[in-house]
């Protein structure tokens, strides 16, 4: 195949108004691309990620737009195909070279391939690309088959278009048009290969079985004869025969012993290159003598995947099981890591999966209001061993199960099921998210009438394409669901029963409710945090120009709430704070205090979850990456800067993990082991002052096993408060610890200035020693706002007294080190204390 990614230009074509600016304009458009990245590198738009200048790009929602180039096609020899591929258009398009209308495209999730053979004769030709607008057509779409409800007012279920271009509480509003994959031109001769389903198992006695489902295209001109298909495998090789008459054939590779591939922290990835070849009938036996005329390659993983569901005295299970194995799912939800697809690399994937490494993550869930990642996300999942869990893409909406909706959908899954299947970290299909819910909670019902709104979907036909195409794995309907059961049974996102969204907490109760139930498992839930200092800074300046924190009302300036998508989502925050460390009044301490409430909410949430092992089997936080510039529940910021919470992930998600929870009233010490070793050792509880004086303590002896929890109950004497505003409760074994204050921060006596801090300079920049006098809460060290490219090894560092830690700053030289010692680049909760009483000094004087 060649490429067909140079010399294309795009200028608008109709639709809506226009700026003066572009009107009659046309300039060079990359493709792979989009029409607004083109637009920027012309120098006729602003960057739509900073400030408020998604709104002035609003016009750009109705207009079509023409992409073209020239194309000239050299003469076909008598037997040969010629073909355009368009491996992505984003989304309403017509297809043209010259006068030809080769077709016409309505979903930017699956590709076209076009027969220009006829046209291949020398002459030069425009090729074509006209874009109309996504929104004109999807409200013709809703006019046409009728209202139907979804979580914003747009229309994003009517198009099979990515719905968060259409904006969410996270994500502009930009609604992107282009070319946004790859477009080629395909010679081939007699027949292709047009699809290779691997189905991949593994057989008690250890033998790694891949069937090789194979379909072919032949090119029709030239009589069908037989074909020849090789296919090798880690080494071993099978071969088969495709009579004239067929267009498909099986090939069955059998790998004695073949190694397993299991997920990160169960054990390596070992991943087996895997062939096929396409070959004239008359080709000699040996295939490399002979002259191919198509090959397909990939990799697979030999492992197995299964769901448990089954019924139990608390409800319905819902466990993932890989190799026979029983997985704890440590999760978090991903969006598409820049609202301009087109531009995410494999680079930037790559970082990305480091950093949920970092945090100990074992699974990423592909959200439905996202895309199909590119091969390359998975092609990494792979290398990794991060599990998948892939929504199929609808999301949060009623959708029509009419034409042409129902035949498009129908299309991407299966081509996408198709591409996907070679993949061992791809887990679990899901057939959506919160449809079913919504239909049932949302007031949906008595909106539509009678009107379909995507249930055959979830529970017929997406079903049925992965059991028909991909048969190895498990399918869910919906994200919630309950398995088994309909909604008049068990409602959907019942907690006892398969898969949980916690929504309540976030939107109407205080987040210490995350431990008023026990989930089966938790797909979604999330507390919300701005992004880091830099990223801010760099992004989202005041109305006036200025910087944000010198706004007269930085929460409510304009541009700060264009980068504030959820609805109510400052006073959410603010909501979130309150009980727990107070709101600051100063912009620079609600920033942090922002940051320091969703890493502790999210960390809370995960312990108690982690506690409940095996009755509960996974968390999957919402979200662990962010789009552009935004306040959000991503752990890592549009910057790819981390969050505080990424470092309470990493901290919750530990292989081992000491957290004190509540069982029956007690207070209890919960010691949780996601290794394949037992954890032996002394645990010792102690009941001290916040300055260190030992009030209580206990000490008893713990073997954990392998894979399992251990829940001690403290004793009563150890457990009971003396002064609750004076005291904590840190229980230790070997080097894990858990800090457990006898109140919230906003009654706790901590004491503002809690540490001796000394700095060294380092060979990549500089070493940060604490030694605690009294307790430190959550030490975060935001050297972003002193280096945009600092890393910090370590943040939330919470030390009772007399205890030491080391921090590793890696940054530029800095004129004064002593920058890193104090506010606002050093940061505690213990000084959130002092912001408190300055808030109330400075309302006391009228300032």
């Not at 009659?24 to 960057?47: E, K, N, W």
């Not at 073949?258 to 295939?287: E, F, K």
């Not at 498992?521 to 200092?533: A, D, H, L, R, Y």
């Amino acid at each position: 195949m060649s490429t067909l990614h140079d010399g294309w230009t795009v200028r608008a074509a109709g639709g809506g108004a226009v700026s003066p600016e572009i009107a009659g304009r046309t300039v060079p458009a990359a493709v792979p691309g989009c029409v607004h990245t083109d637009l920027m590198a012309a120098g006729l738009i602003g960057d739509p990620y900073l400030d408020a200048a998604e709104q002035d790009l609003a016009w750009m929602h109705r207009v079509d737009w023409r992409f073209a180039r020239p194309l000239r096609l050299e003469p076909a020899e008598p037997d040969e195909r010629v073909d355009l591929v368009l491996a992505g258009v984003d989304t309403v398009a017509t297809v043209r070279l010259g006068d030809a209308v080769l077709g016409r495209t309505a979903n930017m999730h699956r590709g076209y391939r076009f027969d220009v053979r006829a046209l291949a004769d020398g002459r030069e030709r425009e090729l074509v690309v006209d874009v109309a607008s996504a929104t004109t057509y999807a409200e013709g779409e809703r006019d046409r088959l009728g209202a139907r409800p979804n979580a914003y007012p747009t229309p994003f279920n009517y198009v099979r278009k990515m719905a968060c271009s259409f904006g969410w509480d996270w994500g502009p509003d930009l609604r992107t048009a282009g070319i946004w994959k790859p477009v080629t031109l395909h010679r081939w001769r007699v027949a292709r290969i047009a699809e290779v389903r691997p189905v991949v198992g593994v057989e008690p006695d250890g033998t790694g079985v891949v069937e090789l489902l194979v379909e072919v295209e032949r090119s029709g001109l030239a009589a069908a004869g037989a074909l020849q298909l090789r296919a090798e495998v880690a080494g071993v090789a099978a071969r088969t025969v495709v009579p004239a008459d067929t267009d498909g054939a099986a090939l069955v590779v059998r790998v004695p012993d073949a190694p397993l591939w299991w997920p990160v922290g169960y054990g390596d990835q070992p991943l087996s290159d895997v062939v096929v070849t396409l070959l004239d009938g008359d080709a000699p036996d040996d295939p490399l003598d002979g002259d191919p005329l198509d090959r397909w390659t990939s990799r697979v993983g030999f492992r197995t995947v299964g769901l448990r569901t089954d019924d139990d005295e608390h409800g319905t299970a819902f466990t993932l099981v890989v190799n026979g194995r029983p997985v704890f799912v440590k999760g978090a939800n991903w969006i598409p890591d820049d609202h301009f697809v087109s531009r995410i690399t494999r680079e930037r994937l790559a970082a990305r999966f480091d950093q949920a490494l970092g945090a100990n993550l074992n699974l990423l869930r592909v959200w439905g209001g996202g895309i199909y990642e590119s091969d390359d996300f998975y092609d990494l999942a792979d290398e990794r061993g991060l599990l998948v869990w892939q929504d199929f893409l609808l999301a949060c909406a009623a959708y029509p199960e009419e034409e042409p909706l129902a035949g498009e959908l129908a299309a991407e899954a299966r081509e996408n099921v198709v591409r996907l299947m070679p993949h061992p970290s791809l887990v679990v299909w899901n057939g959506g998210n919160e449809n079913v819910w919504g239909h049932e909670d949302w007031g949906w019902k008595a909106e539509l009438g009678g009107l379909t709104w995507g249930g055959g979907y979830a529970h017929e036909l997406l079903r049925d394409v992965v059991a028909q195409t991909d048969p190895t794995r498990p399918y869910c309907d919906n994200s919630p669901y309950s398995p088994r059961r309909t909604p008049d049974e068990v409602h959907p996102n019942d907690p006892d029963h398969g898969t949980h969204h916690q929504w309540e907490v976030w939107n109407r109760v205080d987040w210490t409710q995350y431990r008023a139930e026990v989930p089966r498992f938790c797909s979604e839930f999330g507390f919300q945090g701005p992004p880091t200092w830099r990223t801010l800074s760099e992004s989202v300046h005041a109305a006036d120009g200025g910087p944000i924190e010198d706004a007269p009302d930085p929460k409510n300036d304009p541009v700060w709430l264009v980068h504030q998508k959820a609805e109510d989502g400052n006073g959410k925050l603010d909501r979130g704070m309150a009980p727990h460390v107070g709101v600051p009044q100063r912009f620079v301490d609600w920033h942090w205090a922002a940051q320091l409430v969703q890493a502790r909410a999210v960390r809370y949430a995960l312990e108690h979850y982690r506690s409940w092992w095996p009755r509960t089997a996974g968390a999957i936080v919402w979200q662990l990456n962010d789009c552009w510039p935004v306040t959000s529940w991503a752990a890592v910021d549009g910057a790819g800067r981390p969050k505080p919470l990424w470092s309470a992930l990493r901290t919750a998600f530990a292989p081992r993990l000491l957290t004190v929870v509540e069982r029956d009233g007690a207070t209890c010490v919960a010691a949780v082991n996601d290794t394949d070793e037992p954890w032996v050792g002394d645990l010792r509880v102690r009941r001290e002052t916040l300055g260190g004086r030992l009030v209580a303590e206990e000490s008893v002896a713990v073997a954990v096993d392998p894979r399992q929890v251990h829940v001690h109950v403290v004793r009563a004497a150890v457990a009971g408060w003396d002064d609750p505003v004076t005291e904590v409760l840190v229980a230790t074994m070997g080097d894990d610890v858990a800090v457990h204050p006898g109140t919230e921060d906003v009654r706790l006596a901590l004491d503002p200035d809690p540490a001796e801090y000394a700095v060294e300079r380092t060979a990549t920049g500089y070493r940060l020693r604490v030694q605690a006098r009294s307790l430190v809460r959550d030490l975060v060290v935001h050297a972003d706002r002193i280096d945009p490219d600092a890393v910090v090894s370590d943040a939330l560092v919470t030390l009772p007294a007399g205890s030491t830690a080391t921090l590793e700053v890696t940054c530029r030289e800095l004129d004064d080190p002593a920058v890193l010692l104090a506010a606002p680049v050093l940061r505690t909760a213990n000084d959130l204390q002092a912001a408190r009483v300055g808030d109330v000094a400075a309302a006391a004087a009228g300032t």
